[in-house]
């Protein structure tokens, strides 16, 4: 809860949207202006998708050493929102290979802030397991007219280099943060010592975030970032990305009134994602794979808060409209040795065309109780604008058309109740979602998690969820416990279904499946997470975490964590703060049989880091699974082993 507390106090100074509305479940500060602890042994240098492992309700799936795809609530991509300042952007790969959380790098952002469940920010649409908001660094108007931070890192297994540089400057009527930072590794050694390959990649990252004040209270602000990923191995894919391209700007006016704030903000991205199997040997056939998204959108947030001040009953109150549209193409060239090149398209063009509108209330009722009321109302447009594609997909569903369109909602609602030490809070929601483009409309996407070619269903229900969540938590001075646990009970639960009349494309695929509902299904999460300051120097964190997903004949859904813990204790003495770290999963029983997945084992390792403050230079060190054992996890695609032991050094200056 501290941390919320920083980060208000970071983006007072330009935000105009009370943090209070935004109940965020958990905030992580990536930076700040290097007073607040950063979660990440590897502070700035740590790679966004470490930052993300950090969060309580968030695990990794891992296709390679790059570009990991976020789960929250043991939910993917497709029940989760991932936002950038609230922009959308919708990735460019039909494989996953690009979540939108690769398009910027750890010095681009101030915070990552998580919403668990159907709760979700203003400008999360489809979001049932979360909302993720990826907030930019903003040093804001009257800050430190000037900072340059300067970092550098390295990692001996798989020699990975991370560079960056950026400068903040601010002024009474202007802003600026700007920064350049690369990243790049070679493939990596599992436990053990053998090489893994095809994990190597590299990357690029610019970004400028710029504010000017027109009046005492219009501003005027604008983003621009610019990742391009190249030579990106998959070991757990059959094919590599050769190029993985975002460019993302945005341009936003806000205005205070003597009572609210109001934010209109247009954007525009471009994703471009190559992949490239060239590099691979005994590739039977050759494929060209290339996909493009572009969103253009808008979104306009009202704040405004009322109350009583005798008493300390107040609403915090946000409206939200937003509006975007999406055109995501993807298609593919086959070339079978001697014979003529084979055309597929994958993704048939959709122009997605969604708009939505938001309200938040916040209301405090006194000093110990709180309730809070969440709930969006969006309909959608889906257009198939290439006629190859439409009519590809159109011989399996003879009565599909070329235009689609879904309303979609969530609510939401949570009590809050505060007494001596402890807290206690209950809530509900219900919400729903559209079928992805892939569910509806993908058209023979292999998939190397199961060994399927999957294809689309234009005829699939909308996917909803209820949820109900619970949490209680009591501290003291030394010592802290809290207790989270919430569930969803799906109805028409979107997953894929073997489908024995039709053969696959793809060479050593083992058939066809095609989305489509199930009839209900459950996930269900409860973690347990405890603070103990054994002494003034020594500390232990400490964290578990049991889940369960079952499907509608009572069968395990794929994916779900088995359980898992963290400890962690941390001694400080003057400028050094060392932390020794013991993290594991039990064997995975209830794995998916039926969805493809194999058993993962238990595994435990052991990692040692240390930060040293050394006026402007911080230092930090570490080893990761010190025992170099061999393991991976249930989210590692394919059980792809993870990284050996791992000696790394960051060096960061902060002028
Ligand atoms: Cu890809």
Redesign the pocket.
Same mark, same amino acid.
């Given at each position: 809860m501290l941390e919320t507390v920083l980060l208000t106090s970071v983006l007072l100074a330009d935000s105009l949207v009370p943090d209070k509305v935004q109940n965020l479940d958990e905030v992580l500060i990536v930076s700040y202006e290097g007073r607040a602890k950063q979660r990440s042994v590897k502070g700035q240098v740590a790679s966004i998708d470490e930052h993300l492992g950090e969060l309580r309700n968030v695990n990794m799936v891992r296709r390679g050493s790059y570009a990991w795809e976020p789960v929250v609530n043991n939910m993917q991509t497709e029940r989760l929102s991932t936002t950038i300042d609230g922009m959308k952007i919708f990735y460019a790969?039909?494989?996953?290979?690009?979540p939108v959380t690769s398009y910027v790098e750890s010095g681009n952002l101030q915070s990552i802030s998580l919403n668990s469940g159907l709760d979700g920010n203003p400008q999360a649409t489809g979001n049932i397991g979360g909302s993720l908001d990826l907030k930019l660094r903003k040093i804001g108007f009257e800050a430190n007219p000037r900072q340059i931070n300067l970092s550098a890192g390295h990692e001996w297994n798989g020699h990975l280099q991370v560079y960056g540089a950026d400068a903040a400057f601010s002024g009474r009527r202007a802003y600026l943060n700007t920064g350049v930072f690369s990243r790049a590794a070679d493939c990596y050694q599992e436990g053990g010592g053998q090489l893994l390959n095809y994990s190597q990649f590299s990357k690029v990252n610019l970004f400028a975030n710029a504010g000017v004040r027109l009046t005492d209270t219009d501003v005027l602000e604008s983003t621009v970032i610019f990742d391009r990923a190249t030579d990106v191995g998959y070991p757990a894919l059959n @094919?590599d990305?050769s190029k993985a391209q975002g460019f993302i700007t945005s341009l936003s006016f806000k205005h205070r009134f003597s009572k609210a704030g109001w934010e209109t903000k247009a954007y525009y991205n471009h994703i471009i994602?190559i992949?490239d199997d060239t590099t691979r040997p005994d590739v039977a056939i050759h494929m060209d @794979?290339p996909?493009d998204s572009r969103t253009t959108g808008l979104y306009s947030l009202l704040t405004t808060s009322f109350g009583d001040y005798e008493s300390s009953y107040q609403h915090d109150i946000a409206v939200n409209y937003d509006l975007y549209y999406n055109r995501l193409f993807a298609d593919m060239t086959m070339y079978p040795g001697g014979a003529a090149p084979m055309y597929m398209v994958t993704w048939p063009d959709v122009g997605t065309l969604n708009t939505g509108l938001a309200v938040t209330d916040n209301v405090s009722i006194d000093e110990r109780q709180s309730l809070r009321l969440s709930g969006k109302l969006a309909w959608q447009q889906q257009r198939l604008n290439n006629e190859e594609g439409y009519s590809g997909q159109k011989v399996f569903f003879p009565l599909m058309t070329d235009s689609y369109h879904q309303t979609t909602g969530r609510i939401a609602a949570s009590y809050q109740f505060s007494i001596f030490n402890s807290q206690f809070s209950i809530g509900s929601g219900w919400g729903s979602r559209a079928p992805s483009v892939t569910e509806a409309y993908g058209y023979y996407l292999n998939n190397t998690f199961d060994q399927y070619d999957y294809m689309g269903n234009p005829h699939l229900s909308n996917e909803s969820a209820f949820e109900l969540n619970s949490q209680f938590s009591i501290q003291n001075s030394e010592f802290s416990i809290s207790v989270d646990a919430n569930v969803f009970f799906f109805k028409d639960y979107i997953i894929g279904h073997l489908d024995p009349r039709l053969s696959a494309m793809t060479v050593g695929a083992e058939g066809v499946k095609v989305y489509g509902n199930l009839d209900h299904a459950t996930i269900a999460n409860v973690s347990l997470t405890a603070d103990w300051q054994i002494t003034g120097n020594l500390a232990w964190n400490g964290k578990f975490s049991y889940s369960h997903g079952s499907d509608d004949e009572g069968d395990p859904l794929p994916l779900i964590s088995p359980i898992a813990w963290r400890s962690r204790l941390q001694y400080n003495y003057h400028r050094l703060l060392s932390e020794l770290e013991v993290r594991g999963n039990a064997r995975q029983k209830n794995y998916a049989v039926k969805y493809g997945e194999t058993e993962t084992s238990a595994w435990n390792i052991v990692n040692l880091s240390a930060v040293y403050q050394l006026s402007v230079l911080s230092i930090r060190a570490g080893i990761e699974n010190l025992f170099d054992k061999k393991y991976s996890s249930y989210s590692d695609w394919n059980n792809i082993p993870q990284k050996g032991r791992n000696i790394f050094l960051n060096l960061t200056v902060e002028l």
């Amino acid at each position: 809860m501290l941390e919320t507390v920083l980060l208000t106090s970071v983006l007072l100074a330009d935000s105009l949207v009370p943090d209070k509305v935004q109940n965020l479940d958990e905030v992580l500060i990536v930076s700040y202006e290097g007073r607040a602890k950063q979660r990440s042994v590897k502070g700035q240098v740590a790679s966004i998708d470490e930052h993300l492992g950090e969060l309580r309700n968030v695990n990794m799936v891992r296709r390679g050493s790059y570009a990991w795809e976020p789960v929250v609530n043991n939910m993917q991509t497709e029940r989760l929102s991932t936002t950038i300042d609230g922009m959308k952007i919708f990735y460019a790969c039909t494989d996953k290979m690009d979540p939108v959380t690769s398009y910027v790098e750890s010095g681009n952002l101030q915070s990552i802030s998580l919403n668990s469940g159907l709760d979700g920010n203003p400008q999360a649409t489809g979001n049932i397991g979360g909302s993720l908001d990826l907030k930019l660094r903003k040093i804001g108007f009257e800050a430190n007219p000037r900072q340059i931070n300067l970092s550098a890192g390295h990692e001996w297994n798989g020699h990975l280099q991370v560079y960056g540089a950026d400068a903040a400057f601010s002024g009474r009527r202007a802003y600026l943060n700007t920064g350049v930072f690369s990243r790049a590794a070679d493939c990596y050694q599992e436990g053990g010592g053998q090489l893994l390959n095809y994990s190597q990649f590299s990357k690029v990252n610019l970004f400028a975030n710029a504010g000017v004040r027109l009046t005492d209270t219009d501003v005027l602000e604008s983003t621009v970032i610019f990742d391009r990923a190249t030579d990106v191995g998959y070991p757990a894919l059959n @094919m590599d990305v050769s190029k993985a391209q975002g460019f993302i700007t945005s341009l936003s006016f806000k205005h205070r009134f003597s009572k609210a704030g109001w934010e209109t903000k247009a954007y525009y991205n471009h994703i471009i994602h190559i992949m490239d199997d060239t590099t691979r040997p005994d590739v039977a056939i050759h494929m060209d @794979m290339p996909g493009d998204s572009r969103t253009t959108g808008l979104y306009s947030l009202l704040t405004t808060s009322f109350g009583d001040y005798e008493s300390s009953y107040q609403h915090d109150i946000a409206v939200n409209y937003d509006l975007y549209y999406n055109r995501l193409f993807a298609d593919m060239t086959m070339y079978p040795g001697g014979a003529a090149p084979m055309y597929m398209v994958t993704w048939p063009d959709v122009g997605t065309l969604n708009t939505g509108l938001a309200v938040t209330d916040n209301v405090s009722i006194d000093e110990r109780q709180s309730l809070r009321l969440s709930g969006k109302l969006a309909w959608q447009q889906q257009r198939l604008n290439n006629e190859e594609g439409y009519s590809g997909q159109k011989v399996f569903f003879p009565l599909m058309t070329d235009s689609y369109h879904q309303t979609t909602g969530r609510i939401a609602a949570s009590y809050q109740f505060s007494i001596f030490n402890s807290q206690f809070s209950i809530g509900s929601g219900w919400g729903s979602r559209a079928p992805s483009v892939t569910e509806a409309y993908g058209y023979y996407l292999n998939n190397t998690f199961d060994q399927y070619d999957y294809m689309g269903n234009p005829h699939l229900s909308n996917e909803s969820a209820f949820e109900l969540n619970s949490q209680f938590s009591i501290q003291n001075s030394e010592f802290s416990i809290s207790v989270d646990a919430n569930v969803f009970f799906f109805k028409d639960y979107i997953i894929g279904h073997l489908d024995p009349r039709l053969s696959a494309m793809t060479v050593g695929a083992e058939g066809v499946k095609v989305y489509g509902n199930l009839d209900h299904a459950t996930i269900a999460n409860v973690s347990l997470t405890a603070d103990w300051q054994i002494t003034g120097n020594l500390a232990w964190n400490g964290k578990f975490s049991y889940s369960h997903g079952s499907d509608d004949e009572g069968d395990p859904l794929p994916l779900i964590s088995p359980i898992a813990w963290r400890s962690r204790l941390q001694y400080n003495y003057h400028r050094l703060l060392s932390e020794l770290e013991v993290r594991g999963n039990a064997r995975q029983k209830n794995y998916a049989v039926k969805y493809g997945e194999t058993e993962t084992s238990a595994w435990n390792i052991v990692n040692l880091s240390a930060v040293y403050q050394l006026s402007v230079l911080s230092i930090r060190a570490g080893i990761e699974n010190l025992f170099d054992k061999k393991y991976s996890s249930y989210s590692d695609w394919n059980n792809i082993p993870q990284k050996g032991r791992n000696i790394f050094l960051n060096l960061t200056v902060e002028l």
